[in-house]
């Protein structure tokens, strides 16, 4: 059985795959497009730097599909204003105006800083950008990214690479209950279990980098996550039994050969 | 003749993603690019704080203490 239409919808474009994955810590280029062919990703995430003079590298867009929606993050940003410069900039590279907003000022958990977030989400939405934003889960920041023109809310399961899973569960799930625009669970996710967890609560989507980009075979763990991501929403969909304390027979209960 | 050819090879100093560079008087924007970057077509350029789009690189000339940014797309979450 398959289920019709169940497509998520960012901005007004349709994507029928809820696995977004992020391009960085690749070992090889082609280990990149490896893993993004085997992930039916329709979104992935790059990020703006300096070029190194010195160096000739490599171009990352040329790995990429044609066909997928580029989402270009503030990464390197520490404020909104810096927020603001980078997505102009990626807006002038012609790659469209899709921005992640990642405002950080902890290197050391790497959370994102909530307001500075919000600032910097007004700031891109009046300018015309699709702002997607990164936040740590917090229903009032929800709610301000929400009137600010957002076009998600991406919070963390858990700090950036650190493969902890959904250690912010019970207040993702606040924002899924809460929260009209979709709900994409960023950062953190290390094995696809952890993925199908957040869409069985009702995510709407996951992003994930680091556990598909340093595994040993990224393009199978690719498309472990993509199917885990399916089963989780299927699961999602199916309207999921309530947890019991006591048990409950799936037997019938009357004795077997007497009554 | 003497003169103008000293004058074409005066050199200039502008800081080019953060380093001190000499290039030639008078060069463009869009020789310095097509000079440092493999891939130009997704190269975004700031010069002193302002982005100059890809259709004003030929017709931008650097001058004396320039900052110039050269930004383009690398792997990220």
């Known amino acids: 059985m398959t289920v019709q239409n169940d497509n998520l919808?960012?901005?007004?474009?349709?994507?029928?795959?809820?696995?977004?994955?992020?391009?960085?810590?690749?070992?090889?280029?082609?280990?990149?497009?490896?893993?993004?062919?085997?992930?039916?990703?329709?979104?992935?995430?790059?990020?703006?730097?300096?070029?190194?003079?010195?160096?000739h590298e490599e171009n990352i867009i040329q790995y990429i599909p044609k066909n997928v929606t580029l989402l270009v993050n503030t990464s390197g940003a520490r404020n909104a204003q810096e927020a603001l410069r980078i997505a102009r900039l990626a807006r002038e590279s012609g790659c469209g105006n899709w921005i992640k907003v990642e405002v950080i000022n902890d290197s050391k958990y790497l959370l994102p800083d909530n307001a500075e977030t919000v600032k910097a989400t007004e700031l891109l939405v009046k300018e015309g950008f699709i702002v997607l934003p990164y936040m740590s889960p917090d229903l009032y920041i929800a709610r301000e990214l929400v009137a600010a023109g957002a076009a998600t809310v991406m919070p963390l399961g858990s700090p950036i690479g650190s493969n902890k899973g959904?250690?912010?569960?019970?207040?993702?799930?606040?924002?899924?209950?809460?929260?009209?625009?979709?709900?994409?669970?960023?950062?953190?996710?290390?094995?696809?279990?952890?993925?199908?967890?957040?869409?069985?609560?009702?995510?709407?989507?996951?992003?994930?980098?680091?556990?598909?980009?340093?595994?040993?075979?990224?393009?199978?763990?690719?498309?472990?996550?993509?199917?885990?991501?399916?089963?989780?929403?299927?699961?999602?969909?199916?309207?999921?039994?309530?947890?019991?304390i006591c048990a409950e027979a799936s037997s019938p209960l009357t004795g077997f050969l007497y009554e | 003749m003497f003169r103008y050819l000293k004058l074409r090879n005066k050199k200039m100093n502008v800081t080019l993603n953060g380093k001190p560079k000499d290039i030639s008087d008078r060069t463009t924007l869009e020789t310095i690019i097509r000079g440092h970057c493999q891939s130009p077509e997704h190269v975004v350029a700031e010069l002193n704080g302002s982005i100059i789009g890809r259709s004003f690189w030929e017709s931008t000339t650097l001058k004396e203490n320039d900052r110039l940014e050269l930004v383009s797309f690398v792997g990220g979450g």
Do not use: C, H, W
């Not at chain 1, 993702?172 to 696809?192: C, H, K, R």
């Open chain 1, 166 to 244: 959904l250690k912010t569960k019970e207040l993702i799930q606040i924002l899924i209950n809460e929260i009209d625009i979709p709900i994409i669970v960023d950062a953190g996710l290390g094995a696809p279990s952890q993925a199908a967890e957040a869409m069985e609560m009702g995510a709407d989507a996951v992003l994930v980098n680091t556990a598909v980009a340093t595994a040993g075979n990224p393009q199978l763990i690719a498309q472990a996550f993509a199917e885990a991501v399916k089963a989780g929403r299927l699961a999602y969909l199916s309207g999921l039994p309530s947890e019991k």
């Open chain 1, 9 to 55: 919808t960012i901005a007004g474009k349709t994507f029928t795959s809820r696995f977004l994955l992020g391009t960085g810590k690749f070992s090889s280029k082609t280990a990149l497009a490896e893993s993004i062919a085997a992930s039916n990703a329709e979104i992935v995430t790059v990020a703006l730097r300096r070029i190194d003079i010195d160096q």
